[in-house]
């Protein structure tokens, strides 16, 4: 069966079109609402939801609030916009889980513009050594909450939780084309991959005809993509 696998990216080798800000602003960030007050005792688990979590928790977003793309990665989760929810809300087989805003900032920069380092604001001047961080330093800007669009989590099968045994599984290797070279190590009992549309394992894998309903929404400077056969 063919799925496309899915990652975030960015052009870090040539630099010429964005950097690690950009891909912050394009993606952001992601917590459960339900995630515990240190999020690290859940690992990933506490930036997305999975098949079988309890989904009555939205996920919460941290990022620019001046652009939302139709479909984006924050952290681990996948987030789409409510245009293209209306077009996969009756697919076989797909679940959904409320993202919603926690925290906006107000700050974009195109591909290309680097203009965010000769920033006179105050609070770039002060943080700008620590871009990675933006989300973090960067302040809530309440203003830009009543314009946030209504956006779902696409919620994926961690494949990693399957605890079963079955004697017919797939295994691949192959590493992603993404800027972090993500090596995926993929072993996934046909069952699995039969079931559900979209799987989680280093990266996300979305079953072709799935793929092809978003497509024409996915920016690529920001998602590296390649097709596998399951």
């Not at 609402?33 to 098949?51: Q, R, V």
């Not at 919460?60 to 989760?77: C, D, E, M, T």
């Not at 680097?114 to 050594?129: A, L, T």
Request: overall charge negative; glycine content about 4%; proline content about 7%.
């Amino acid at each position: 069966m063919r799925f496309i696998a899915l990652a975030d990216t960015m052009d870090y080798k040539s630099k010429k079109k964005m950097d690690i800000v950009h891909k912050l602003l394009f993606h952001g960030d992601a917590i459960r609402a339900d995630a515990p007050a240190n999020p690290a005792e859940w690992g990933g688990d506490a930036k997305s939801h999975s098949i079988g979590d309890d989904l009555s928790h939205p996920l919460l977003l941290i990022q620019s609030g001046l652009y939302i793309p139709p479909i984006f990665n924050p952290s681990v989760a996948l987030v789409i916009r409510q245009e293209l929810y209306e077009r996969l809300r009756d697919f076989p087989g797909l679940v959904f889980a409320d993202a919603k805003p926690k925290k906006l900032i107000n700050l974009w920069k195109p591909i290309g513009d680097f203009s965010f380092y000769e920033s006179r604001d105050p609070v770039i001047r002060r943080n700008k050594r620590r871009p990675d961080m933006l989300l973090d330093w960067m302040p809530n800007d309440p203003s830009l909450f009543a314009k946030f669009p209504k956006c779902y989590e696409l919620v994926a099968y961690t494949v990693s939780r399957y605890r079963g045994e079955e004697p017919h599984t797939v295994r691949v290797n192959f590493v992603m084309n993404n800027d972090r070279e993500t090596e995926v190590e993929f072993t996934c009992p046909n069952s699995i991959i039969d079931t559900y549309p979209v799987l989680w394992s280093s990266v996300f894998f979305l079953r072709q005809d799935l793929f092809d309903l978003i497509e024409d929404f996915i920016d690529y400077d920001f998602f590296a993509v390649r097709s596998i056969d399951l």
